[in-house]
């Protein structure tokens, strides 16, 4: 037995779909099984820098855990 999928509702505005999404299950639209990956190689991660105060101990063991995930 299929189950049946109900149609995804067309959005006036980014926070509608948003809002839509948090309070939805997604199964219930998507087929999950017939899924494919998507790549998109010419997204560029958005940095923002900001300026904290730190002790410098934390600081030495942030860099210490960030070096161990290859984060910059």
């Known amino acids: 037995m ?4 109900m149609p995804i509702p067309e959005f ?3 926070t509608e779909e ?4 948090s309070a939805q299950d ?4 998507v087929d999950w ?3 494919e990956k998507a790549l ?3 997204l560029k991660p958005s940095l923002k ?3 904290l105060r730190l002790p410098e101990p934390m600081l030495n ?7 161990e995930r290859d984060v910059p």
């Open 18 to 21: 948003q809002a839509f999404w």
């Open 40 to 42: 998109f190689p010419n």
């Open 49 to 51: 820098t900001i300026s």
């Open 33 to 35: 099984q017939k899924a």
């Open 26 to 29: 997604s199964t219930n639209y």
């Open 2 to 5: 299929k189950n049946k999928r």
């Open 61 to 67: 063991r942030l860099k210490v855990l960030a070096n």
């Open 12 to 14: 006036g505005s980014e």
